[in-house]
């Protein structure tokens, strides 16, 4: 299945990419599908990054096909 | 007011001082009102290790930010009996000094506007998907964190 994932704040920075198209095999958690990503990047909390599922920050939920997917560092508006 | 439709909420840069006044005078022929509060974003210059914030560049998962926004305005419309609510969050870069978050809510009496002024401010600082790259006098940076 494909999934688009987006980045932002300092996960895009440690990406080097705004987002991708992502090629996911078998079942995967949107948690296991966050450490999957983030494995390899130099961030030092990866526990503060969040991750979104279609806008969603549940993240027991099973990706699906053509989910829109979204790393979310700490959040710092205002 | 028509407190369902969804209302845009970035602006790009720094909002300007006069959008301010401009908001006021807009609810002057709202009578029913007795008690508007706002409440302004400023950016401030921030030490770290001996350098110096001179601005602020924010990014935001703009999809889901609008959809946020608009879940604490009906959640504020729930709580608080509220005549109108405004807020405004800059986008891209704001300098020192600047507003980049412009709460504003009005209704016939000062507590419940304060309160609910306040309920925005703290839900947008703690559930908005917005980034905010502060930038230091020597082009450095560092991720801000909402406390």
């Known amino acids: 299945m494909k999934v688009t994932v987006k980045y932002f704040g300092l996960v895009a920075e440690a990406t080097e990419k705004s987002e991708e198209v992502m090629e996911l095999k078998g079942e995967l958690t949107a948690i296991a599908l966050k450490e999957q990503c983030l494995k390899g990047l130099t961030i030092t909390d990866k526990d503060s990054v969040q991750i979104a599922v279609n806008q969603n920050l549940d993240d027991s939920i099973t990706i699906k096909d053509g989910d829109e997917i979204a790393l979310l560092p700490p959040f710092a508006g205002g | ?147």
Not at chain 2, 44 to 57: N, P
């Open chain 2, 1 to 147: 007011m028509d407190r369902k439709k969804p209302k845009k909420v970035f602006v790009q840069g720094a909002i300007p001082p006069e959008k301010i006044a401009n908001s006021v005078a807009n609810h002057q022929s709202k009578t029913n009102i007795g008690a508007h509060s706002i409440f302004l974003g400023q950016i401030r210059a921030d030490e770290v290790d001996g350098k110096t914030v001179i601005a602020i560049d924010y990014t935001a998962y703009e999809e889901m930010a609008e959809k946020v926004f608009h879940e604490i305005r009906e959640a504020a419309f729930a709580k608080f009996d509220i005549t109108c609510a405004h807020i405004y969050h800059s986008l891209g870069k704001v300098n020192v000094g600047e507003l980049c978050l412009f709460v504003f809510t009005s209704s016939a009496h000062r507590k419940i506007a304060i309160e609910a002024t306040n309920f925005f401010v703290e839900e947008i600082k703690a559930k908005v998907p917005v980034f905010g790259k502060e930038i230091f006098e020597d082009e450095t940076h560092q991720w801000k964190v909402n406390k």
